[in-house]
């Protein structure tokens, strides 16, 4: 019977408890979170978008979440915990190769560009650390006891170290799965993960020779400059204010800046000029168009890139290849790097000029026989760049610079073995060539 107020009996405020909660509304505001950090990143997601894209009220929002770090917190929380555990008791081989495809098939999945966004911010996201503490992703504890027992049992060699093969393996399935998300790639990632634990577990338990860490400045945005100098132009007598020599350096480092904080959507020339201090008319001189200005910056970065000497054998090409792509990310300009790897992953067709030199030099190599015929140089380009990245990106953010720098050329040297024993390379022990990639 209703209350003196109107309201319902059992009602503390005098209302009635209103629509029950539907089940779906927390699972859509996640969705709708990550995908707008897939797109816009940290910077571009808001509860006002995420509830205009899911449909459900802002209000409804902040009352399951104080915020939209809180909301992502959950939602990857959510995301990585979909991914189930192989049963603990497969022989090792079987439980890494059933780690490796669910590994894949998030990845593969609807979400799969939100989490190489969340790669692509490793070393800078606060979140990403908080998803460590929050133990939201229980996988690299779980596969590194498994690996280690495994090892203990004599199921592998006591040379295998447990976090270096789970950290292989996890790279090389993004190298995997950005290789076929390409177009014109072959195969699926889940025929070949069984071939890519084996080559994995080939390339930890080797002691091939790999390069050597690098010393002098990392990569900078010097280097961009270097490839993108100011253009001369004649003073001419009367025509006003004197140009700033200083333009080119100032946009060119606000972009990188821009792009690294707030991700390919996020790059407006208003963002640059306002992160530069200069006027949009300069802006739009050098690049005339927000096109303009994402594809130079693509380009340059392209262009500034130290691609190895084409004349070095093709392993050893592959290693200094794999080297530079890692000082990248871990230098000056890497989180505009690491952005750019985002979108190329999230849109397989745009940036296809990306490792050009590499094409090159894998489609010489298996013209005049140094490869086997089976390798795709496109396949092998866009496993390397993606497992490099996953590599780099899988290092604790708490790891120094420098550290990180001395420890890269071990990481490359597992991913390019890797790789190369699984595009049939190398020659297994009864002589006879691993298939290529199916």
Partial sequence: MGSAAGGRAGSPTGRGPGRPRHPWTDSRARAAALSSFAERGLAGTSITRVAEFSRVSNQSVMLRWSSVDDLLLDAFAELLGRQAAPYYSLPVRGYLVEHA?????????????????????????????ELDERGADPRPTAVGARIARAVTAGD?????????????????????????????SRGTPHDAVPALVDAAVAAVRATAAGPKPRTGALPSVADILAVRPEPERPERPGAGRPRDATMGRRLYTAAVEVLGAH?????????VVNRAGTARSGAYVRWGSLAGLRADLAAAMED??????????????????????GEVLIGE??????????????????????????????TRAVRDGELPATVDARWLRDALDG???????????????????????????DVVDTLLHLAGATRASNGRSRPGVP
Wanted: contains cysteine; charged residues 20%.
């Fill in 101 to 129: 495809r669910a590994h894949a098939a998030l990845l593969l999945g609807e979400h799969g560009p939100a989490l190489v966004r969340l790669y692509a911010t490793a070393r800078t996201a606060r979140f990403l650390a």
């Fill in 156 to 184: 592998l060699p006591a040379t295998v170290e447990p976090a270096r093969l789970r950290a292989t393996v996890d790279a090389a399935v993004l190298g995997l799965v950005c290789a076929a998300r390409r177009v014109g």
């Fill in 263 to 271: 991700g390919w959507e996020g790059l407006t020339i208003g963002a």
């Fill in 304 to 325: 500034a890139f130290p691609e190895p000497d084409r004349a070095l054998p093709v392993r050893e090409y592959l290693l200094e290849y794999g080297l530079s792509r």
């Fill in 333 to 362: 300009y890497g989180g505009a790097a690491a952005q750019l790897f985002a979108v190329a992953f999230a849109r397989p067709g745009d940036h296809a000029e990306i490792g050009a030199g590499l094409v090159g030099r894998v």
């Fill in 387 to 413: 497992a490099v990245f996953a590599r780099v990106t899988a290092a604790p953010p708490s790891l120094p610079t420098q550290e990180l720098r001395t420890a890269l050329p071990g990481y490359v040297t």
